[in-house]
């Protein structure tokens, strides 16, 4: 008897065995663009996607899993766990979690509790709290100690993203129409973080270098990392991704740092051309000892 971690194919791990690894229950997004019907299961690759999105008659559309789907899972893993905790992308960027919430209420076994929980972020950001809590199942922590981790963890993961195009963010409302516009004749790359669970345009440039420069000076104002994950649009290591950690080698000396392509929700909400980088800050540890010598 265990806990159970589940979540929706929103969360994205920096090495694809980790929900093997850690036995986490992964539900998958279905993607709706034109005419086609993506899901986004172990086998999606995000280049599939981004091929039909270079198409500007096809706009995609994110279905994360339904209630039913979540109810059916929760009730089978009732019968063979301890408690269940469920962690989902953002409310406000998703609606996962609204429909996790609903399934919970629909099954309720007093002897098995269902936490649904609100990451308040998504794609990598959302992965390393997954995991986090996977790690700490598979090592039997009770379920109090492992929800205060979790919790305590979403306090100190952050998300910084900067796109090619504003055309995607002025779709989906994080841009204004006007801003958007002026932005596109000017050359605009914006920056975007994830505040209150949503992404909000903070830092402005005109170059990718200017980008990259701003992305390793957000990495390098934290004193102490967990992990720290790059996030890209195509399969394999690009420009980007390549000028980034020459950057951080150079800041940072030998510091392992890894890559992967961000999910279909961002891309959605962001576009085919973002990059972005995702950051565990360590927890600060409070020197309680007062005493003089």
């Known amino acids: 008897m265990s806990i159970a971690i589940v979540t929706d194919s929103s969360a994205r791990f920096a090495r694809r065995n980790i929900a093997q690894q850690y036995t986490v229950h992964v539900l998958p997004n279905t993607i709706e663009i034109g005419p086609h019907r993506l ?3 172990p086998d999606f690759v995000l280049d599939d996607l981004l091929r039909l999105m270079a198409d500007p008659h096809l ?6 899993p339904s209630m039913e789907a979540y109810a059916g899972l929760y009730r089978q893993l009732v019968r063979s766990h301890t408690a269940i905790v469920s962690i989902h992308p953002s409310r406000e960027l998703s609606k996962s979690f609204d429909h996790a919430r609903g399934a919970a209420v629909q099954v309720q076994a007093s002897t098995c509790p269902i936490v649904v929980l609100d990451s308040r972020t998504i794609c990598a950001a959302q992965g390393i709290v997954v995991q986090l809590a996977a790690q700490l199942a598979q090592e039997g922590a009770p379920l109090a100690e492992l929800l205060d981790t979790v919790r305590s963890a979403l ?8 796109v090619e195009t504003l055309e995607y963010l002025r779709r989906n409302k994080i841009m204004a129409d006007s801003r958007a516009v002026l932005g596109s004749l000017l050359g605009i790359k914006p920056l975007l973080t994830i505040e209150d669970g949503q992404f909000k345009v903070t830092e402005k ?17 934290f004193d102490d990392i967990e992990e720290t994950v790059i996030l890209q649009a195509r399969t394999g290591m690009t420009e980007q991704v390549r000028m980034t950690q020459e950057r951080l080698s150079a800041e940072w000396g030998e510091y392992p740092v890894n890559f992967t392509t961000y999910c279909a929700a961002v891309a959605a909400l962001l576009g085919a051309e973002a990059a972005g980088v995702v950051i565990l800050e360590s927890e600060y540890e409070y020197d309680d000892d007062f005493s003089e010598d």
């Open 205 to 221: 440039v005109r170059t990718r270098g200017q980008a990259i420069d701003q992305l390793v000076e957000f990495l390098t104002e």
């Open 39 to 41: 899901q986004e299961g």
């Open 155 to 162: 306090e100190r993961v952050y998300s910084m993203y900067y």
């Open 59 to 64: 706009v995609p559309r994110v279905v994360p």
